[in-house]
């Protein structure tokens, strides 16, 4: 549940942008699970914190290379979009090296095939 309502969150931010208040804070649970720590990562880009959401890209890409449910290869395919969101966020930080050297990391084909299998989810 929580990962769905970090997901709504975050894309309500996204659409509406901020509402003020406790927006910049994250929940220290977030920092337990992939899709949370991701959800509130993207939540932090919408708001344009990026120093808080490179913070959760690091926890959501560690969480995600850790999954035991998944393949090596299916676990490369889930961290695909931190990899991208990551080397976004740095260029945004005016850090264009390290966001190259991010995006290096980036298997284009494998981020390629993740998109397409979140849209054939509905996700």
């Known amino acids: 549940m929580s990962v769905n309502i970090s997901a709504t969150n975050a894309q309500?931010?996204?659409a509406n942008g901020p509402t003020g208040g406790d927006d910049n804070k994250v929940d220290r649970s977030a920092l337990d699970a992939f899709e949370t720590a991701f959800n509130s990562a993207?939540?932090?880009v919408a708001r344009r914190a990026f120093?808080?959401?490179l913070v959760l890209l690091k926890r959501a890409r560690e969480l995600?290379?850790?999954l035991e449910d998944l393949s090596e290869e299916e676990r490369k395919v889930e961290v695909a979009p931190v990899l991208a969101?990551?080397?976004y966020v740095l260029a945004k930080m005016g850090r264009l090296e390290e966001a190259l050297e991010r995006s290096k990391e980036l298997d284009v084909p494998r981020f390629a095939f993740a998109q397409r299998s979140r849209s054939k989810l509905g996700g």
């Open 85 to 87: 969101q990551e080397a």
């Open 51 to 53: 120093g808080q959401a």
């Open 12 to 14: 309500s931010v996204w």
């Open 64 to 66: 995600g290379l850790l």
């Open 42 to 44: 993207c939540g932090a």
